[in-house]
């Protein structure tokens, strides 16, 4: 029952790391009419990543990291509660499902604790120099010293900030950025399809496209975040400005 609150607040937390600097209020009031909510998310998900990134090559304090966005996050969703009440009422069985699948995986995860290969042989080595505090100096000598490290760094971060301190809770953000990429495709599904089909249609993705081993420590499904983030972004800047353009065209042939 414990790991089970727990892996719920590792969820808040995770939310409230993808919810800040960008709001997706401000962001589609002002600029993008055509953002969702899941597009915000991948966008303040990979500012962050980068931030972290960043300061991983000097002696970061990850506590200092964590509240300096978790805060802000929390004061913005005060400032907006309501819109993020009506926003949750109005996809009140996508957020469920969502919940649903978060939580399958998640005690899955839990229940089958130890990691696979490629984790144990090399990723957790890294993680756990960034979980005691230690630099981008202090992976030099370890396995794999060339290998990326901004995965790992991003499973110590949220290692060290769940509330058990518990390893795999770190590995529960890769399960998050997958879910994220997925559930962002409810907003490119055609309106004509029904909220029942919309969700059918995302069990078919996450069926076909969910290896549960991968959890175990590897990094693909933060790899498969990253193209889902620059594809998902060209089509949404590509069909933004080709409709502009038409619009444009339009108003010009309206005038002459």
């Known amino acids: 029952m414990t790991e089970i609150i727990s892996i719920f607040i590792s969820l808040i937390f995770l939310f409230l790391f993808s919810n800040f600097p960008f709001n997706f209020f401000v962001i589609k009031k002002f600029y993008f009419s055509n953002f969702s909510y899941c597009d915000s998310l991948l966008i303040n998900i990979v500012i962050n990543c980068n931030l972290l990134l960043l300061l991983s090559f000097i002696n970061i304090n990850l506590s200092l990291t964590f509240y300096s966005l978790i805060i802000p996050s929390t004061v913005i969703i005060i400032l907006y509660y309501k819109d993020y009440l009506k926003l949750l009422k109005n996809n009140i069985y996508l957020v469920t499902f969502f919940l649903l699948i978060f939580y399958l995986i998640s005690i899955f995860i839990a229940k089958k604790a130890h990691l696979e290969w490629d984790g144990l042989a090399h990723w957790i080595i890294k993680s756990s120099i960034f979980f005691q505090g230690g630099s981008y100096q202090n992976l030099i000598g370890v396995p794999f010293d060339y290998y990326p490290h901004l995965g790992p760094l991003l499973w110590a971060f949220f290692w060290k900030h769940s509330i058990l301190q518990i ?63 620059f594809l998902n972004f060209f089509f949404i800047f590509f069909f933004f400005f080709n409709k502009k353009k038409k619009k444009k065209k339009y108003y010009t042939i309206k005038k002459i």
């Open 167 to 229: 390893e795999y809770f770190g590995r529960l953000f890769f399960i998050f950025i997958f879910l994220v990429s997925i559930f962002t495709l409810n907003s490119k599904i055609s309106n004509k399809y029904s909220s029942f089909e919309k969700i059918l249609i995302i069990f078919i993705l996450l069926f076909l496209s969910t290896n549960l081993f991968l959890f175990g420590g590897y990094q693909e499904y933060f790899i498969f975040f990253i193209f889902f983030f």
